[in-house]
């Protein structure tokens, strides 16, 4: 009797041994199981930040693109045909000794150098617009402000002429334009001015010595 209780405290004890370890193994494949999902979970976290990391710089990217894109279409919209077109009319008036007309020629010039939008100028090019900018706004203003004071607005538009002449060179034009050259005027030191016309009309003497000149240059 006393071997039949042992044998069935032993089956006991064995019984109970076996379901702890069992569920020590399941505790363990649970914790387990429990990490792997976390390190999937932290793995899936970090690939879509990365992924939204390059998403972001995409963006960016295009987004730079696209304004560096549209300030190069601004720039190509800049053109000094405007500023040719009114100084052209300033000439010639002086052409024809007309010094209020050149006066309001000079007026019209000064307003449209006004309007210029400097976001259109080209980057590289700015540094060196601004300087004939200022002088030609400079010298529109002055021959502007001086009817009836014909030799001075001739002297202004010497300067003004080789401002014009420097626009040109740094930006082109589409108009045949001509520079032309007076060698007697400010005293034998000479002037130039541009024509849109290849025969010579001298706006610094007008009808005094209207062919005195010759053409230098063709734009």
């Not at 006004?114 to 090019?125: H, L, Q, W």
């Not at 900018?133 to 002055?142: L, Y």
């Not at 001086?146 to 002297?155: L, S, T, V």
Request: hydrophobic content about 35%; overall charge negative.
């Amino acid at each position: 009797m006393k071997n039949i209780f042992f044998s069935i405290a032993l089956a006991t004890v064995a019984i109970i041994s076996l379901s702890c370890n069992q569920s020590s193994n399941k505790s363990n494949d649970q914790q387990a199981n429990d990490s792997t999902t976390i390190s999937e979970t932290k793995d899936l976290s970090s690939a879509t930040q990365n992924d939204t990391d390059s998403t972001m710089a995409l963006i960016d990217a295009t987004a730079k693109k696209t304004e560096q894109q549209e300030v190069k279409e601004v720039a190509q919209n800049f053109s000094i045909a405007p500023i040719v077109k009114d100084y052209l009319v300033l000439k010639n008036a002086l052409v024809a000794d007309n010094d209020r007309a050149a006066a309001n020629a000079g007026k019209q010039l000064f307003a449209t150098l006004n309007k210029v939008d400097m976001k259109t100028i080209p980057a590289n090019k700015h540094k060196e617009f601004m300087d004939i900018f200022e002088n030609a706004k400079e010298n529109a203003e002055h021959i502007g402000d001086n009817a009836g004071k014909i030799d001075h607005q001739r002297e202004h538009l010497a300067s003004l002429s080789k401002d014009v002449s420097d626009l040109i060179a740094l930006f082109g034009t589409t108009q045949k334009l001509y520079q032309d050259y007076c060698p007697m005027y400010n005293d034998g030191k000479g002037a130039v001015w541009i024509s849109e016309a290849k025969a010579i009309k001298n706006p610094y003497y007008g009808n005094q010595m209207l062919t005195c000149g010759s053409v230098k240059k063709e734009f």
